[in-house]
């Protein structure tokens, strides 16, 4: 299987986008033109002139026709570079989430050709308008759109009741040095039981719907993550007890690879009355556009 098409275009979103450098250009233009004197008023005109020895110039008069080129040159230049450096950024992450999925490639292809494993979503999937399953502000949304991960799929094995998020982590995730945060280590651990929950609610595999949210999460570090790299984070249910669902994960470099971190957390679903209020306000920001 090819995994370079999956690739994500990182960043698609931001680059739409005017670059700092290119509004502070907006702005030095509207201060060198207000910094012009009208042509159309003689009163100022000879105000100008009285004030530099009657030769018709203002003392600035040098900044009507310097300013605005050398503005034009140095902010334009500016965002050049700037548009040049975010697409060099652009393909080193291409880079490295394609060599860091080729070292991946045996244990990937071991999860996709499990009985009952489908794909439930990917970067290219997070990274569109209205994907059908997470909002724009979703922490996997907004990995994958920052560069924070170069790519990310999540498989769900329905009779297992297993989800995989194979994650290829980008550039700007470390704490120390060429090592990933041990912060970051735990959020793709909580968005993986989020992606699980999700998966079991579409299955109807549990006996509650609607949300349901972290209230306990504890992780133990095995092992340093390189930055870089491609890992997996296993998570499977360990028990259901009314609103509660207990699961446990796993991230290692691999199913059958080194642990790098290991966790078990319970989420539970809110009460009837506050779930319908919960449910109702999402439905609110979904219509109205509300905040």
Not at 96 to 119: D, M
Not at 149 to 172: I, W
Not at 208 to 232: D, N, Q, W
């Amino acid at each position: 299987m090819n995994r370079g098409a999956g690739v994500v275009r990182v960043g698609r979103q931001f680059l739409g986008h005017k670059s700092a450098g290119q509004r502070r250009f907006t702005r030095g233009q509207q201060t060198a033109a207000r910094a012009q004197p009208p042509a159309s008023s003689s009163g100022g005109a000879s105000a100008a002139s009285a004030s530099n020895g009657g030769n018709g110039r203002s003392g600035f008069g040098w900044a009507a026709w310097l300013l605005p080129p050398a503005a034009a040159a140095l902010f334009g230049g500016m965002a050049h570079a700037h548009s040049a450096q975010q697409q060099l950024e652009l393909e080193a992450g291409h880079a490295r989430a394609a060599a860091s999925l080729k070292a991946a490639h045996s244990w990937i292809e071991q999860i996709e050709s499990q009985p009952g494993t489908v794909k439930a979503m990917d970067a290219e999937m997070l990274l569109e308008e209205n994907h059908p399953i997470l909002e724009d502000d979703h922490m996997f949304a907004a990995f994958v759109s920052k560069g924070i991960v170069d790519d990310l799929t999540g498989y769900y094995n329905k009779e297992q009741k297993k989800f995989y998020a194979v994650v290829s982590l980008g550039r700007e995730v470390c704490g120390f040095p060429r090592i990933v945060h041990g912060g970051l280590t735990a959020a793709i651990i909580d968005e993986s039981f989020g992606g699980l929950l999700f998966a079991l609610k579409q299955s109807r595999a549990l006996n509650f719907f609607g949300p349901a949210y972290t209230v306990h999460l504890e992780v133990a570090y095995k092992a340093k993550i390189s930055a870089g790299r491609t890992v997996l984070c296993t998570t499977e249910v360990e028990s259901i007890e009314g609103r509660k669902l207990w699961m446990k994960a796993t991230v290692s470099d691999g199913p059958d690879g080194q642990v790098y971190a290991t966790a078990r957390a319970l989420f539970v679903a809110p009460k009837p009355h506050k779930m319908v209020q919960d449910v109702g306000k999402y439905l609110l920001r979904r219509m109205f556009g509300e905040r």
